[in-house]
């Protein structure tokens, strides 16, 4: 950026510190704030009762049975949170190369987004629509012989699961698997089934990142072979996001997503200008468990870190984050304005 404004040429000694001297004048012009709206609260699920079990690589984040997970749901709906992202653990007993059970309208997720909107009928529920939890192989979607993974075959099912969750009475599907065209076909279909007003959260520019290791220990679904450099994009590239978002929004996406967060707040920055949707970030696994590594050894300062970091992702130009801090933040007595 050039330093062309006519205010810099001022023959007036300029004190921009005048405006930082009290925390009541840092707030009268602050530019960017974060409120509770904003925070998408992403929750794992698992099958069985009275079942609690922390996630080892992520403190303070837990994989529930669906009883519990209402009465977490509670807590965090009194606490000011109004949106979750659900997540399964399915036993490997009902895992397949073809991710049957990811569409079974009696499975997990279906059982769980009935039950929470019978008891948390406000409450947003936004439902992952992908195949690794359901894979026996940890991928995204169908494998053949040679280890390749199908694209137009896995979006079929994928357009299924879509379906059932919708049926089920998800608010936002959210594909989060990358395949090409999906976003397209899983609009045509819902409106095919009259659920036109399910939206879709599309995970838009999500890269192969090293960040997804400990959401892929909590649900047990890293990939049994190679990895997923094929279908999610490449780190190196910028110019690709634009494409990936411009895709998913002529096919149909009500709001769309980079993921990771952190290490691509300037892929955030860089999509705005492109379009008009609301852009979600996800504040992934990795990136919450490090810092929680380090805040448990006393090296960085948890709350403030936590709050600078969700700030730093709505500055860079998110609308939304779905981060593992929402219930901590809420915690905090940040407000909704
Ligand atoms: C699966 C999916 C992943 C995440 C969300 N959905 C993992 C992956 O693509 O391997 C990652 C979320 C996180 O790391 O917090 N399609």
Redesign the pocket.
């Known amino acids: 950026m050039t330093l062309s404004l006519p205010e810099l040429s001022s023959p007036i000694f300029q004190r921009p510190r005048r405006l930082r001297q009290s925390a009541g004048l840092r707030r009268l012009v602050r530019e960017t704030h974060l409120q509770l709206d904003d925070l998408i609260y ?1 929750l794992f699920v698992m099958e069985g009762e009275n079942q609690r079990v922390e996630v080892p690589s992520m403190p303070g984040i837990y994989r529930y049975s669906l009883d519990l997970l209402l009465e977490e749901l509670s807590t965090v709906q009194e606490l000011g949170l109004s949106a979750i992202a659900l ?1 399964p653990l399915i036993p490997d007993s009902q895992k397949n190369n073809q991710g049957r059970e990811s569409y079974n309208p009696n499975g997990l997720i279906p059982r769980a987004i009935r039950a929470i909107k019978q008891t948390f009928p406000d409450l947003i529920v936004i439902t ?1 629509v ?4 359901y894979s026996d192989q940890g991928h ?1 979607g169908i494998v053949d012989e040679n280890g390749k993974i199908l694209n137009d075959e896995t979006v079929a099912v994928l357009v299924k699961q879509a379906l059932v969750q919708a049926e089920a009475g998800a608010d936002l599907v959210a594909p ?3 395949m090409d065209g999906r976003i397209g076909a899983i609009r045509k279909a819902l409106d095919a089934a009259e659920h036109i007003q399910t939206g879709i959260l599309a ?1 838009s520019a ?1 890269y192969a ?1 090293a ?6 220990d909590a ?1 047990d ?3 049994k072979f190679g990895d ?1 450099k094929t279908y ?1 994009m490449d780190i190196a590239n910028s110019r690709e996001a634009i494409k990936e978002v411009a895709l998913d929004r002529v096919e149909g996406a009500d709001i769309i997503m980079v ?2 967060a952190l290490a691509y707040l300037d892929i955030i920055a860089r999509i705005k200008p492109y379009t008009y949707t609301p852009i979600a970030a ?7 468990a490090m810092i929680k590594a380090a805040a448990q050894r006393g090296w960085v300062e948890e709350k403030t870190i936590v709050l600078e970091t969700l700030t730093s992702i709505k500055r860079a130009g998110a609308d939304l984050i ?1 981060t ?1 801090f929402a219930k901590q933040v809420a915690q905090l007595g940040i407000k909704n304005s």
């Open positions: 992403p997540f992952d992908a195949l690794d939890p995204d989060s698997d990358m995970y999500k990142s960040y997804y290791g400990p959401f892929r649900l679904s890293a990939p997923k999610q993921k990771p996800y504040n992934v696994s990795g990136e919450y779905l593992y």
